[in-house]
């Protein structure tokens, strides 16, 4: 099990399809920045990064804080990057952390997300030791809704945020290994 004493959290999972990695600033490109910038994920994401410089920055500050872990998810035969999964804050103490996850659109509607945070949520489970896992949607983000019903997150709470309708989801250890043992 990893202490909380470690600079950062390092991982490296393969999955049937993916390779999941730390991301770092050699993996930020033009169309990684694109993605931030396409209306259909803006909607649903708080990012305020504008050009290659700022992304640069965003991913050196993550891939250095050792409370987060950061993680490019990547297809495994051809090494193309299609997304991001974050987990930010790690609370070691309290053994809990949000969590976050960012899709290339083309990566889309092909299970390559549920893929994906199954494999990274079986290694906070069981190899950073954590027991619960919390996220924030908005509510008319019907894709992520489905995502995280289906891994077996639960309704924590209904909350505003910038006039729009939030729902606060967690998922524990116990929940997430009932659904995808
Ligand atoms: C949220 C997000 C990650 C969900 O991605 P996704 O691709 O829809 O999620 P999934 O991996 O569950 O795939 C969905 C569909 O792929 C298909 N699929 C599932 N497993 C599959 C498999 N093994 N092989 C092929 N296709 C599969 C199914 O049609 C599935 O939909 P269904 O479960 O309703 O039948 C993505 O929409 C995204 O990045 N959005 C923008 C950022 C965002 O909103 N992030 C969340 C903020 S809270």
């Excluded at 950062?8 to 930020?28: E, G, M, P, W, Y």
């Excluded at 619960?132 to 639960?154: G, H, T, W």
């Excluded at 006039?163 to 995808?180: A, E, G, H, S, W």
Aim: proline fraction near 3%.
């Amino acid at each position: 099990m990893i202490s909380e004493k470690q600079t950062s959290i390092k991982c490296s999972i393969q999955t049937r399809r993916l390779f999941i990695r730390n991301l770092n600033a050699d993996d930020v490109s033009p169309r990684y920045l694109s993605w931030l910038k396409e209306q259909s994920i803006q909607q649903f994401i708080c990012s305020r990064t504008q050009s290659i410089k700022d992304l640069i920055m965003y991913v050196t500050e993550k891939e250095r804080d050792p409370a987060v872990l950061f993680l490019g998810v990547f297809d495994k035969s051809a090494g193309l990057h299609l997304g991001n999964i974050k987990f930010e804050p790690i609370d070691f103490s309290a053994k809990c952390t949000n969590f976050g996850i960012l899709l290339a659109p083309e990566a889309g509607g092909q299970g390559i997300a549920q893929e994906a945070c199954h494999a990274s949520f079986k290694f906070v489970f069981e190899t950073l030791g954590l027991e619960q896992v919390n996220l924030s949607l908005f509510a008319d983000n019907k894709p992520a809704l489905r995502l995280y019903e289906k891994l077996n997150f639960k309704i924590a709470g209904n909350r505003e945020y910038q006039d729009r309708p939030v729902i606060d989801m967690t998922l524990n250890r116990t929940n997430f290994y009932f659904q995808n043992a």
